[in-house]
């Protein structure tokens, strides 16, 4: 089967990673909308990235003509999308959450909107809210200076929120409740593989609308999401360690070349202060950073320690050097060792990205500003600086408190 509309196709993808239950819930309710036609071919393709739950097994007859990707290993959400959009021949793909249930008339929405599409129109974001249907997940986004991105009104009520309307423009659709010009988002290579999962949707827009093509907000194509679901798995400091990386290379691929330049100083200063706060505040004796040249290490640590720790500073006092073993900490070393070794993969993709640019960042920032939102501990000291504020580059953008994105 496949869903077509004034001869436009659309196929639907989904990525699942030990998901069994979710994937199940996701393709009971599309076969609530989905209508079989005269070719054959599937409206749907699971991508399972090598679960050992029995996904596989308990999905492949749910659906009549339902098309299964099996990959090896998990290749992450953006591993899963390429494995499914080279899957199918359709106009357009809809990309939906494993642990995301369409509501009705989800598809006939998208189905529609397909089928009127203006051609500068590359991509329409759907409206997602949690299983109560009551809290806002996705009604858009915004981006942070240094690559990062936030839900408008994470978490909060949907009557707190001004929405968007119907076909209003947005930076970015949320991955995974969205719908994409097939061929156009291959030509501008999709979602990066090497981000495996996050912030792949907000480097994609942006691509995007450098590019020349829109975004629009599609509010009727609704979804319930069971957030982080997925995400949980992986745990806190590898998602940590994605989030890093995958927002610095944001940044240094699609800036424009005037702007990337007087960006770095904000973004790099940034990036150090929150390496050496998590530091600072989360691993042992670093209070000897803060000793003079001559100084002599400091015979005590005003965090607790076990007796072994104890002994152990008495029969090796050079233990009293600062140890990093905070996993946190880790996370940003992690994300910075990437970046090293990836530095010049990620300036040949910048290359290729501005090669496509025919809008310049000026344009886009005046649509959608930046934001500076402190987000980790000691945000608000280094984003009050004299220095940041000096290095700070003169670009629309707006500054704003996390209480004031997202709910927590």
Not at 2 to 17: D, K, N, P, Q
Not at 68 to 93: C, H, K, M, Q, Y
Not at 238 to 266: C, H, I, W
Not at 272 to 281: A, E, G, I, K
């Amino acid at each position: 089967m496949r869903a077509s509309v004034s001869g436009t196709t659309l196929a639907i993808v989904i990525v699942t990673w030990n998901g069994r239950d979710d994937t199940i819930r996701a393709l009971d309710a599309l076969a609530l909308q989905l209508q079989p036609t005269s070719d054959g071919n599937a409206a749907v393709i699971v991508v399972d990235n090598g679960s050992t739950d029995g996904t596989v097994l308990a999905i492949r007859d749910r659906l009549p003509g339902l098309q299964v990707v099996e990959l090896p290993e998990n290749r992450g959400f953006t591993g899963g999308v390429l494995a499914g959009v080279a899957a199918s021949t359709a106009d357009w793909i809809i990309l939906l959450n494993n642990d995301a249930v369409p509501q009705p008339g989800w598809l006939q929405h998208y189905q529609t909107a397909a089928a009127g599409a203006e051609r500068d129109v590359i991509a329409y974001g759907g409206k997602i809210v949690d299983m109560t249907g009551g809290l806002i997940d996705f009604i858009g986004g915004s981006m942070t200076f240094d690559g990062h991105a936030f839900q408008n009104g994470f978490r909060r009520q949907l009557s707190e929120v001004a929405e968007p309307d119907s076909g209003s423009p947005i930076f970015f659709a949320c991955g995974g409740n969205m719908m994409v010009r097939r061929r156009e988002f291959i030509l501008l290579e999709g979602f990066d593989d090497d981000y495996f999962a996050y912030l792949e949707d907000v480097d994609f827009g942006w691509r995007a609308w450098l590019s020349g093509w829109q975004i629009r907000y599609l509010p009727q194509a609704l979804v319930r999401h069971r957030s982080s679901a997925t995400s949980n798995r992986l745990g806190d400091f590898e998602r940590g360690v994605l989030f890093e990386k995958n927002a610095l290379q944001t940044a240094l691929k699609n800036y424009e070349d005037a702007l990337l330049g007087p960006m770095s100083g904000t973004l790099f200063l940034t990036l150090l202060h929150r390496m050496h706060r998590y530091v600072l505040d989360r691993n042992r004796y670093t209070d000897a950073l803060g000793r003079s040249p001559l100084g002599s290490l400091p015979s005590s640590d005003p965090r607790p320690v076990s007796l072994w720790s104890r002994l152990k500073r008495r029969l090796t006092p050079g233990s009293q050097h600062p140890h990093l073993t905070d996993e946190l900490t880790t996370m940003q070393f992690r994300a910075i060792e990437w970046f090293f070794a990836n530095s010049e993969r990620i300036m040949e993709k910048r290359r290729r990205v501005q090669s496509r640019r025919v809008r310049s960042d000026k344009e886009i920032f005046e649509r959608f500003p930046l934001s500076y939102i402190p987000t980790y501990h000691g945000d608000d000291v280094v984003m009050g600086s004299t220095l940041f504020q000096f290095l700070k580059p003169d670009i629309s953008s707006i500054e704003r408190s996390l209480s004031e994105v997202t709910r927590s």
